[in-house]
C-alpha cells in the first residue's frame, strides 16, 4: 500500500489528492492585525478633544511603547474642528514626530482619554505612555516624519504601518490656521502588538 497522509487525531480521515497531484486543504487566512485583536492584543488610542487657543504649532498626542514587543500603528485619525480667528479657507498642518523625547507634553503626562482594547471580551492593557498635548506645551527632538494637510471642519483617516519597537516614541503636533483662537482637535491611533 503506498504512503498516506493519515489524520494525527485517530479519526482514520485521509488526506485526499486531485488528478493533478495537489493535496486538497482548507485554510481561513486571516492578517496580522486581526490575529492580535482575537488574542486581545489590539487597541484603539484617542487624546480626547483638545482646544487649541492659538496658532502656534502644539504637540496634541506622545505615545511610547513599554511593551517588550513591537507595537504596530496601523491608523490614524485626526478631527479638527471649525477654526474661530481663523480662515475656513486656510489649512491645518499635521506633522508626525518619529522618536521624540522631551518636552512639557511628556513630563506633564497627561493621560489621554482613551486607551482601550479592542477585544471586548479581553482584560489586557497597552503598556504605554499615552499623553495629550495641550496649547503652550513643548514636544522636542525627534524627526518630523509624515505630514498631513487638513481643512476646517473635517477629519483625516490615514492608514499608516508604523512599526515601535520596546522604547520606541511617536508623536503628533498640530498646526491650526493662522489667527486662530479657538479648535477642537483630537487624535486616535489604531494600534496592536505584533504576535
Given at each position: 500500500m503506498p504512503d498516506q497522509i493519515?489524520?494525527?487525531?485517530?479519526?482514520?480521515?485521509?488526506?485526499?489528492?486531485?488528478?493533478?497531484?495537489?493535496?486538497r486543504s482548507r485554510a481561513v487566512e486571516s492578517?496580522?492585525?486581526?490575529?492580535?485583536?482575537?488574542?486581545?492584543?489590539?487597541?484603539?488610542?484617542n487624546t480626547g478633544s483638545i482646544t487649541l487657543t492659538s496658532a502656534a504649532d502644539t504637540p496634541v498626542a506622545y505615545l511610547k511603547n513599554n511593551e517588550t514587543t513591537n507595537l504596530i500603528v496601523t491608523a490614524m485619525a485626526v478631527g479638527v474642528n471649525h477654526s474661530t480667528g481663523g480662515s475656513a479657507t486656510d489649512m491645518a498642518f499635521i506633522t508626525v514626530v518619529r522618536n521624540p523625547t522631551a518636552g512639557t507634553t511628556i513630563s506633564n503626562?497627561?493621560?489621554?482619554?482613551?486607551?482601550?482594547?479592542?477585544?471586548?471580551?479581553?482584560?489586557?492593557?497597552?503598556?504605554?505612555?499615552?499623553?495629550?498635548g495641550a496649547t503652550g506645551e513643548t514636544m522636542t527632538d525627534g524627526d518630523d516624519h509624515i505630514l498631513f494637510y487638513h481643512s476646517d471642519g473635517n477629519r483625516l483617516f490615514a492608514t499608516i504601518e508604523e512599526v515601535l519597537p520596546q522604547g520606541a516614541t511617536l508623536g503628533i503636533k498640530i498646526e491650526p490656521p493662522a489667527s486662530n483662537t479657538s479648535m477642537e482637535v483630537y487624535v486616535a491611533l489604531i494600534c496592536h502588538l505584533e504576535s
Open positions: 493519515r489524520d494525527g487525531t485517530g479519526d482514520g480521515y485521509l488526506a485526499k489528492v486531485d488528478s493533478t497531484n495537489r493535496l492578517s496580522e492585525e486581526h490575529a492580535a485583536n482575537l488574542l486581545g492584543n489590539a487597541y484603539n488610542l503626562a497627561n493621560a489621554g482619554a482613551i486607551n482601550s482594547n479592542r477585544n471586548y471580551s479581553s482584560s489586557n492593557t497597552l503598556t504605554a505612555d499615552w499623553y495629550k
